[in-house]
């Protein structure tokens, strides 16, 4: 059991100890300080992304959006190419929208990395703060310039939805915990919300994740304090038939778990369950019916692609020692993938996957980063060579499994954009370019990896 626990607190379920959602658990601050470009080229009528709405842009207003996704106060979207999600496998990576220049950034995927696939991770909570119809503008002309751009330039759209606003959740609120996020207390709100959003990007967005790692308390706290994937299907209930009934064509996610491999229930409060249980209830409840794809979380560790958390491999070198003395599932790329597909003999879709590496990276004062951020420990045994490798060949495996319908890399860009140092930004070491945007050779090896 002690092993367990360390795989929750160490692994993905880093989050209980960083509050964040990304890959591992780990997440950027909300709305960090970020890079800003010189010049903004798809959102030129608001100031360039700061993380708060600009002094001279419009407050978000209390406005109306019709069943169709127009929103008064601002043009209605069009999208510019409209189409389905190919049948092919996808190839993907994720950039910090919306900071820093949206245009460049999409270009960097589509066009040098040759990517086909992006993520957006939609937080509710920003985009309708205040209260039911009360749109923070700004934050939907800022989706608009992404979707569009990203459109424009061949990239099929991911949207991950989630994190309910305070007024859609006051029953499941934790006032001693605000970091503790989750549904909104009646699931006819988030309905909506999801109705307006995907009507304004129909043909735009190709696949629509629903929440995000809903066995950690740290993303699916509700009134009872206990996490149930028979609740989380009841969630999918109340809002995948409208999801459907928007666009047929639209590829509908299970939110991907957080792989902890541990159950951890203080004082009667349920804060990780094991990723492996939670599936085991996720099937039993039904769920697969209610979805097209599993959404997968993948985190090699310091462990390669290849390795089956069981067949005895073992890293001598290894500094970071739990996938080596503490076996177990989780720990592996190969396994869990392998596992969550047998378990829901569905299709996997794999929203954030990489593996961390602290070499090379630098300080803002210039000086070499000699630690890893808190919990991260296995980054400092994994090279930048292996990075590349590894992210190279985790493709290769998912493309050749013939169940995984497309894989988006985490991440392209956070280090230049999180403003903290490598060593205390958990999302910087997973990152493909360096703090100055100059590529690691994990983004040589994806623009020359054959597809």
Known sequence: ????????????????????????????????????????????????????????????????????????????????NPRPAPARFGYGIQSNW????????????????????????????????????????????LLDAFTA?????????????????????????????PDLLGPPDNYEDARIFIEKLLARYKGCVQAVEVWNEMNLDREWTVASRQIKASDYVA??????????DIDPSIIVLMGALSPTGANITQDGVMQVVDDLTYMDQFVAAGGPARVDCIGVHLNGYNLPPDKEWNEGYNDPTATFRGPFDSPHPSWSFKSTMRLYHEKTQKPLCVTEFGWASMENLKRSDGS????????????????????????????????????????????????????GEPDQENVAPYSITRRDGSPRPAFEALKAMPR
């Not at 709405?53 to 019709?66: F, G, R, S, W, Y």
């Not at 939609?122 to 749109?135: H, K, L, M, V």
């Not at 999918?236 to 038939?241: K, M």
């Open 235 to 244: 969630f999918l209930d109340a809002v995948v038939p409208t999801i459907r």
């Open 368 to 419: 070499p980063v000699q630690g890893a951020p808190p919990g991260f420990g296995f980054a400092l045994d994994n090279t930048e060579q292996e990075q590349a490798d590894w992210i190279v060949q985790g493709f290769q495996i998912m493309r050749d499994s013939g169940y995984v319908k497309f894989a988006i890399v985490f991440n392209l860009d956070y280090i230049q954009k999180v403003g």
């Open 149 to 177: 751009d990203a459109n424009k330039k061949g990239l099929h759209i991911l949207f991950g939805v989630l994190d309910a606003p305070a007024w859609a959740r006051p029953q499941n609120a934790n006032p001693a915990r």
């Open 1 to 80: 059991m002690a092993a367990l626990f360390a795989l929750a607190l160490l692994g993905f379920g880093i989050c209980l100890l960083t509050g964040g959602c990304a890959i591992g658990g780990a997440q950027v601050a909300e709305e960090p300080t970020p890079f800003v470009p010189e010049v903004t080229i798809f959102a030129p009528q608001v100031t360039p992304p700061t993380g708060e709405v600009p002094a001279n842009a419009a407050p978000p207003l209390t406005a109306t959006m019709d069943p169709r996704g127009k929103i008064e106060g601002i043009d209605d979207f069009v999208c510019p």
């Open 98 to 141: 919306p900071v820093g220049d949206i245009g460049l950034f999409n270009s960097i995927m589509a066009e040098q990395l040759k990517m086909d696939w992006t993520k957006a991770q939609i937080r509710w909570t920003d985009f309708e703060p205040n209260g039911r119809g009360q749109y923070a503008l700004y934050k939907w002309q």
